[in-house]
């Protein structure tokens, strides 16, 4: 339940970060974002990203919480690629 | 100045990673599944599913095994059964290297089947079962891998800007290249930490240079000082009797703090034999090496590894990171699919360099080498993962009597992957060499427990899930979730009769 709940916090950050770039936004929304939005896509996906690291830390500890994050992090990012890619068509 | 640079760093890219290329495939495949390889190894021994091997181990019956097989050995060797790998295995090995091995039920101490197992995929995966010598050749491709990892990403100008970027219906060259990109990329701390930690393991025996000058070469001297391990003399008189094992490992967990993970007999026929104990790595990152010794004839307590200091816990880490016997299963399924990505990588770099040349030498017409790095691509990446499904296959259907039973099994593994490599081959000089092989294999993973429903009576899906034993139906599982993937594979290839080249002159044309 932990690592889900993680894995989907480093989704979360991915997705905002993507979002924010208007080469992503523009296939899901039909337009780029605003330039308030794409600030705040961003800013919000950097807080989520700090979380999901906080997350594994405090619920796995110094030693196991970065591995965890990390692994969880890249898989993350692998997962939501594939799934602009589904989106995209 | 920077446009040399960048052209020189691409070639670098582009030769170390096609010449290391096949042999890094096969290794990230083997150490993917070594992921699970205590795992496999028990999903291989069905004579021991149902059963719950015993709170304390016991090595007395292996050790007996020993004796009979290999009176006069250097040593033998005993790993207990536990939860994640039942069998109790043993070996004995002659200073001459000849080694005899054998897997014993953990409660009654009796032979079962023998097995390859999923350490065959650990030790493929270090040294591709050829000794020493294999073991320079995957550590030399492995220092390749470093330097494809570190020019790729100094030559990836888009590295920021196609971070999300994959195109799979762009086709072709553009489709592969963002594979091999994002693979690469999402997980490059991944690659970077496994090639690194995995070159660190064996350090001391790849710049050699170390130990011969503060050792004068003697590589066993040196790991015994750096583990602060025990060992002594043969006083060349027999031993007059061994003490039972048994009755120590209760007072060596005590002393170790740590459950007994595996005992050991050192020259089991001389008066100055030990025993000693050693525990799991599952508590920490970096490996617990600590041992306790014994005296084998009267079981005197003798010695204990001191903690080990920084330099070494340093190595520990690096070899614990890369080897995860830490964090349970759920960071074994995160490595797993990690080493996915690191096999997808290497395989869409190998396609991208074929598709980049498919065009010029369909022009050419000339003999080249780019039709053997295209049969090697199909050989080795389609081949090798229907002969690992094709071991688990034997293991299946080979007899339970069989002699030498797990050569037979690694037999299965290396015809496999001969036939389907000389397969796919031929059928790609029509274009349909990659679709064949992914549909054999994708029929093979699917059909894989189907054959365990009808070979054994208590290892199939329906018995292992009633019994709760998940790591052995997730083996069944996992095989057909990959099945699927492979016949997604194979369907999208479908209806491509033409060679790559021949199309691509078609449409450039």
Known sequence: MNLLAGFCLCALAWVLLSLGLPKHHQPLFGRPPAPRARRGLRAAGWAVLAASFAWFVAGRGW??????????????????????????R | MKNSLLQSMAWLHTWAGLVAGWLLFAIFVGGTLACFDKELDDWMRPALHGTQ?????????????????????????????????RAVTVHAAHDDGTVASAALDPNTGALVPDT???????????????????????????MLMLVALVAGVLIHKRIFKDFFTFRPRA??????LDGHNFTAVLALPFHLMIAYSGVAIFVASYVFGGVQAGYGGDMAKFWEEAGGYYEREEVGRPLPRLHSLDALVADAQRRMGAPVDWASVHHPDDASAVIQFGTRHDRAVAWDMQQVTYDASDGR????????????RTYAFLGGLHMVQFGGSALRWLYFLLGLCGCAMIASGMQVWVRKRAARVARAGALSGHGLVRALNVGVVGGMPLACVAMLWANRLLPPGLPARADAEVQAFCAAWILAALWGAWAERRGHGWRDLFATTAAALLLLPVLNLLTTAHSHLPATLARGEYALAAVDLTALALGLGFAALAWRLRGRRMPHAARAVEAGA
């Open chain 2, 53 to 85: 091997p015993p709170e304390t181990p016991r090595f007395d019956a292996a050790m007996a095994w020993a004796r009979e097989r290999m009176p006069d050995a250097h040593a033998w060797w005993a790993h207990a059964g536990t939860a994640r790998d």
């Open chain 2, 171 to 176: 086709g072709g060259q553009r489709a592969w």
């Open chain 1, 63 to 88: 030693e196991y919480g970065p591995v965890f994050w990390l692994a969880a992090l890249m898989l993350a990012a692998v997962a939501w690629v594939l799934a602009l890619a589904a989106v995209a």
């Open chain 2, 116 to 142: 390859a197992g999923g350490s065959f995929f650990f030790e493929l995966h270090y040294n591709l079962h050829a000794g020493t010598p294999g073991m320079y050749v995957v550590g030399l491709a492995g």
């Open chain 2, 301 to 312: 307590f003798l010695h204990q590894t001191p903690p080990p200091g920084p330099a070494f």
